[in-house]
């Protein structure tokens, strides 16, 4: 089974008691151990290097060895998931391992809070179709003419099929009573007044990537700008101007940004350009990177997503 291009290969094989023996856990050694799944879960190998280092991977072990894998990496909506690829081993499909891969991603997302799961597979396959929607994923949409020699995909028939397009499907983790229908939603923004207002724009929006919203210009005698921080519908707001003096930095006054992962953290390091500072909390130290603003406030970014 897979998020892509595996489930054209799984043939259903039922063992005695297999899943007795699989244990599922993260896998924490290199990814090239696993280029056999990674293979089996999609058939353009150019695409699976775009994405194989990329989030965690949940593994399905029988003793020492991997069985199959599951990867999870941040979805195209910040607080959404997305399986990325989904594999079990030939000689183990038809035993329910990968039914055990997905309700432990589902559980491990919901101990996070995340809003959804979401998967993308072949429209052509409905047997991983019903796969997906026996564990309660729903349609979400179409993309056509994904899976096309251009992208690296050879052509393949499913039962008479032309593999061409994609289907996305998607799970809510919410539970009811936390759902935007049974709850009430809160904003926030969170200002902080500068004497750097151009320089803080650049770090933050052209360096940290927030999203710049809007902003006004002499507004009862303030500058301003509002920035998205990604995936949380959080803003922060910087002003400028009103005749009195700005805050003072402190060592333990932060800004934690939870990236998706530690290349994610490398790629906003190189774009601020400067060199990271030493934080006053030795937790930070040792699990982020630290750097500061132009005001000398300290922003922390952490090189995976936030568990609560």
Request: charged share 25%.
């Amino acid at each position: 089974l897979s998020a892509d291009l595996a489930p054209l290969r799984c043939r259903q094989r039922r063992s005695r008691n297999v899943t007795a023996m699989v244990r599922i856990d993260w896998f924490d050694g290199p990814r090239a151990a696993l280029s056999g799944l990674f293979a089996l879960a999609d058939d353009a190998p150019v695409q699976v290097q775009r994405y194989r280092q990329l989030g965690r991977v949940l593994a399905a072990w029988d003793g020492p060895t991997v069985v199959g894998h599951l990867q999870l990496i941040t979805a195209e909506r910040g607080d959404d998931v997305e399986v990325k690829s989904l594999a079990v081993r030939e000689d183990r499909q038809g035993a329910g391992i990968g039914r055990m891969l997905v309700e432990r991603a589902i559980s491990a997302c919901r101990e996070q809070n995340r809003s959804a799961l979401v998967v993308a597979t072949a429209a052509a396959d409905t047997r991983v179709l019903r796969f997906y929607q026996r564990l309660g994923f729903r349609f979400l949409r179409v993309e056509r003419d994904v899976f096309t020699p251009q992208a690296g995909y050879p052509r393949v028939d499913i039962d008479g099929v032309p593999l061409r397009d994609r289907v996305w499907l998607s799970l809510d983790l919410q539970p009811p009573e936390r759902s935007p229908a049974h709850a009430r939603a809160v904003g926030l923004r969170v200002a902080r007044h500068t004497d750097h207002l151009d320089e803080l724009i650049r770090f933050y929006r052209d360096g940290l990537g927030l999203r710049e919203l809007g902003g006004f210009r002499n507004h009862d005698g303030y500058d301003g700008v509002f920035l998205e921080i990604p995936g949380t519908g959080a803003h922060l707001e910087l002003t400028t101007g009103g005749g009195h003096g700005v805050p003072v930095p402190h060592p333990d006054s932060l800004l934690v940004l939870y990236l998706p992962d530690a290349e994610a953290v490398r790629v906003v390091a190189a774009r601020l350009g400067a060199a990271p500072v030493i934080p006053a909390n030795p937790y930070w130290r040792e699990h982020a990177i630290t750097f500061a603003d132009p005001d000398g406030f300290h922003v922390v970014l952490v090189g995976e997503p936030w568990r609560a």
